[in-house]
């Protein structure tokens, strides 16, 4: 096969799973009795080359979800000037904030105070913003990073302090679990969590929580980011271990 032929048809796999993934969205929204233009899908396309991310951009995608920093240094390199918003939401060492800061749009990793301090002096340094959301540990798995529930609302109210942070809700991961109701259970903790600070008069409109093998449980407890990686762009050729390595 010459290579504009599989590159064709590399695109025709992605926009057939695009499809596929937005028509699961919004059946799981009707399924809740919500409106499938509250929840947005953020692609995730960690370990996918700049070609890929650029095949996605050809349907109309432009702010894609990495893990790590370097992947988004390497990428942002190979498609400078692409308008496309980089969304941090692996976990964050706090001396890679320069780079985050730099060139990412938003971070949903934000999880303990030593990086908002961190993304705080980087930001005003190069004159910019971004979105941020907390990462809140709704799992009893030690492997999964996250601010614990009960330092969120001292957390939120420190952040009030930076204004490069524009803090615009929480993310979770779920416990990997095979039973839906502990799943559930982890993005129903995120929302009451949320729904706790909105009436202490915290602005909170984003609920980043779900992912490809469990998004219709999130939608059912109130996501409107759904962050989706496999559904999308296939499986990875690394295991999530690399992802979420233990601390
Ligand atoms: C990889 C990743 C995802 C997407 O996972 P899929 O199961 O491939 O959809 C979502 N959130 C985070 C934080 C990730 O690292």
């Not at 809740?32 to 109309?60: C, H, Q, W, Y």
């Not at 330092?151 to 490069?164: H, K, M, N, S």
């Amino acid at each position: 096969m010459v290579e504009t032929d599989r590159d064709a048809l590399a695109a025709s796999h992605l926009a057939a799973n695009w499809a596929q993934v937005q028509q699961r969205v919004a059946d799981a929204c009707h399924a809740a009795g919500r409106d499938p233009a509250e929840v947005n899908i953020l692609p995730v396309s960690k370990t996918f080359g700049p070609d890929v991310v650029r095949a996605a951009m050809g349907l109309g995608l432009r702010r894609f979800g990495e893990n790590k920093v370097q992947e988004i240094r390497d990428k942002s390199r190979v498609l400078a000037d692409s308008g496309i918003d980089w969304v941090m939401i692996g976990h964050l060492q706090t001396n890679k904030a320069k780079e985050v800061a730099r060139l990412a749009s938003e971070v949903q990793s934000l999880d303990r105070p030593e990086l908002a301090v961190a993304l705080d002096h980087r930001l005003r340094l190069e004159g910019r913003r971004m979105n941020a959301l907390v990462q809140v540990k709704t799992s009893t798995e030690p492997s999964k990073y996250g601010l614990p529930p009960e330092q969120l609302p001292a957390f939120l109210d420190a952040l009030r302090a930076y204004d490069t942070l524009r803090v615009r809700g929480l993310m979770t991961l779920a416990i990997n679990s095979p039973t839906p109701e502990a799943v559930r259970g982890c993005f129903r903790l995120l929302r009451e969590l949320r729904d706790q600070a909105v009436a202490r008069g915290h602005e909170l409109p984003c609920l980043s929580m779900g992912m490809s093998g469990d998004f219709p449980l999130a939608i059912a407890e109130g996501a409107t980011e759904v962050r989706i990686g496999t559904a999308i762009f296939g499986v990875r050729p690394y295991p999530d271990a690399y992802y979420w390595p233990e601390k």
